[in-house]
Nanobody, 122 residues
Framework: QVQLVESGGGLVQAGGSLRLSCAAS????????MGWYRQAPGKQRELVAA??????TTNYADSVKGRFAISREKNTVSLQMNSLKVEDTAVYTC?????????????????WGQGTQVTVSS
């Protein structure tokens, strides 16, 4: 079993900052990549930022470049969100590409957190 537990969402005024964290735990053999997605009401889920294990290559949505920063330490990924805008309001969900220890050996799949609400007020 693998779990992703998120923390750090909340309400902030436009121009403010929030930091999200996601900790992976359980029967983890290795983590290939971790990232954050978001979904606003009436919109499709989109990738916000991702970071790969090993070389820590990062990838950002154009809408957050220069404002958000993703980082990883061991099995925890964090998203520092600065200069927040009203349009950043969404449910943010952690995702991890994990090789887990399963009954038949090792298995790779994507795992999801429960989601955390980020609301930016004007």
């Amino acid at each position: 079993q693998v779990q992703l537990v998120e923390s750090g969402g909340g309400l902030v005024q436009a121009g403010g900052s929030l930091r999200l964290s996601c900790a992976a735990s359980g029967s983890i053999f290795s983590i290939n990549a971790m990232g954050w997605y978001r979904q606003a009401p009436g919109k499709q889920r989109e990738l916000v930022a991702a970071i790969t294990n090993g070389d820590d290559t990062t990838n950002y949505a154009d809408s957050v470049k220069g404002r958000f920063a993703i980082s990883r330490e061991k099995n925890t990924v964090s998203l520092q969100m600065n200069s927040l805008k009203v349009e950043d309001t969404a449910v943010y969900t952690c995702n991890a590409d994990i090789i887990a220890k399963i009954s038949t050996g090792l298995g790779e799949r994507h795992y999801w957190g429960q989601g955390t609400q980020v609301t930016v007020s004007s």
